[in-house]
């Protein structure tokens, strides 16, 4: 019952905070750039307007992909805030990250095409990271489930250098520069908004209120890293927040192979780097 | 007024379509994107993809290569949705009005609800001119607008 109870509070607060950060993201941004912005629930109003627009949809296998992406969101959002397996979220993850891609397959248009060979390559260089995520907490608690971090020592003393990848995971997923290139919130021009193209109206929200949940999901994967006490995780969190609009702000957005190659050649060097370390202090060698 | 519907006047998304303009109005267009008159505190933002757009803005007289695709741009809109002429030649045809490949305004292809004239319009205008959409989409008349 209680468990219930979380995952329904979950689902109702979750975008509600995420909406917020996102007009908040808007509204720094414009101050950034020496403009007023927009008020700070412009996110609402955006989704709200969406939903009162009529249905077009080219095809229903768009829609399902659409809703799959949504619905398995929405279940790893659901398994990180009742505390379960740290591995089993980021394959349910992945399953979302999936269905987008093939609503993005499902459709004619050569710009869904492109967003969505794109969002592959935004995979290629994010989940094996999120991977070694997993790895490392493992290898610091003994157990994928996330309840068990919050009995233990922060994991960022252990996993700063994962940590620092993660940071780099959060640009990707919140599609900021220098990786906004499947779909971009300020690149309306480039490849017709590549992925979501041919998503209108109402499901145009729907791909939008999946995206506050993923914002929500991925921040409070990088919580984690400070359990206990939770609010400084959540205060480390906010500020990698912040961080990535300053990110977004400074930064070009790059060519997808670049993307591959950094996210790679950095990312994944700092995860093994952290891994092997972490094996060598276990067996005594260090 | 319902939720759905403040919302609607908060947020309009366009799409520019550029007829068979002489860039003028298309640049003044994008001045209103700058920081300088920055419509984003509207809630206006620049789309690129009539699909996701709620105001289709059009610069430039329409011929007859450019009619089929306003056409399609237009019927690729979901609804609710407003068409806003820019400039002299999108109201009606400008000073190419009599050439032999034009066939004049935006209205003779799309139903047009807000003319904003001007050679080149002024950004001001197309604020203006946009902020008359809005009202028209609030179920205002647009004389109560212009006096108040």
């Known amino acids: 019952m209680r468990e219930t109870l979380i995952a329904v509070i979950t689902l109702v607060v979750a975008p509600l905070i995420g909406g917020l950060l996102f007009g908040i993201d808007r509204k ?64 349910v993850l992945a399953f979302g990250g999936i269905s987008f891609i093939l609503g993005g397959f499902s459709t004619k248009s050569p710009y869904s095409h492109i967003g969505a060979n794109r969002e592959i390559m935004q995979m290629v260089s994010y989940e094996p990271v999120l991977i070694l ?73 729907l791909i939008e209120l999946t995206h506050w949940y993923e914002l929500i999901l991925v921040l409070g994967l990088i919580s984690l890293f400070w359990a206990t006490p939770l609010w400084i995780g959540i205060l480390i969190a906010l500020g990698s927040f912040i961080l990535e609009l300053f990110v977004d702000n400074i930064s070009a957005r790059m060519y997808y192979a670049w993307m591959v190659k950094f996210t790679w050649g950095i990312g994944l060097t700092l995860c093994v780097i952290n891994i092997v370390w972490l094996l060598l202090v276990k067996q005594g060698v260090i | 007024m319902g939720l759905v519907h403040k919302s609607r006047i908060k947020s309009p998304w366009i799409v520019h379509f550029d007829c068979s303009s002489c860039n003028g109005c298309d ?107 809005l009202n028209k989409l609030a179920g205002a008349a647009p004389k109560e607008v212009a006096s108040s």
């Not at chain 1, 995520?133 to 922060?154: H, Q, R």
Request: hydrophobic share 50%; with cysteine; charged share 15%.
């Open chain 1, 28 to 91: 720094i941004t414009a101050r950034m750039q020496r403009r007023v912005g927009p008020p700070i629930l412009q996110p609402f109003y955006d989704i709200l307007k969406l939903i009162g627009k009529d249905r077009i949809v080219t095809n229903k296998a768009q829609l399902i992909w659409a809703y799959g992406y949504l619905f398995f969101v929405m279940a790893s959002l659901i398994m990180l805030f009742l505390g379960q397996d740290l591995l089993m979220l980021v394959f």
């Open chain 1, 133 to 205: 995520m997993a790895v490392g907490v493992y290898l610091v608690n003994g157990s994928f489930i996330i309840k068990d971090i919050f009995t233990k020592t922060p994991l960022l003393v252990n996993l700063w250098p994962i940590f620092i990848a993660v940071l780099v995971i959060l640009t990707i997923k919140m599609r900021k520069s220098p990786f906004d290139i499947s779909t971009s919130h300020h690149a309306h021009q480039e490849i017709v908004k590549g992925i979501t193209t041919e998503y209108s109206g109402p499901y145009l929200a």
């Open chain 2, 27 to 133: 640049i003044e267009v994008l001045a209103c994107l700058t920081p300088v008159y920055d419509v984003e505190r509207f809630g206006i933002v620049n789309m690129g993809n009539p699909k996701h757009a709620d105001v289709l803005v059009v610069t430039g007289a329409v011929n007859r290569r450019t009619a089929r695709v306003l056409k399609k741009v237009y019927d690729q809109m979901a609804s609710p949705k407003m068409v806003i002429a820019i400039g002299a030649c999108a109201c009606s045809g400008g000073v190419f009005h009599n050439c032999y490949n034009v066939q004049g305004g935006v209205d003779t292809v799309v139903p047009v609800d807000v003319y904003v004239p001007g050679c080149a319009a002024r950004p001001e205008a197309i604020i203006d001119g946009v902020v008359l959409a």
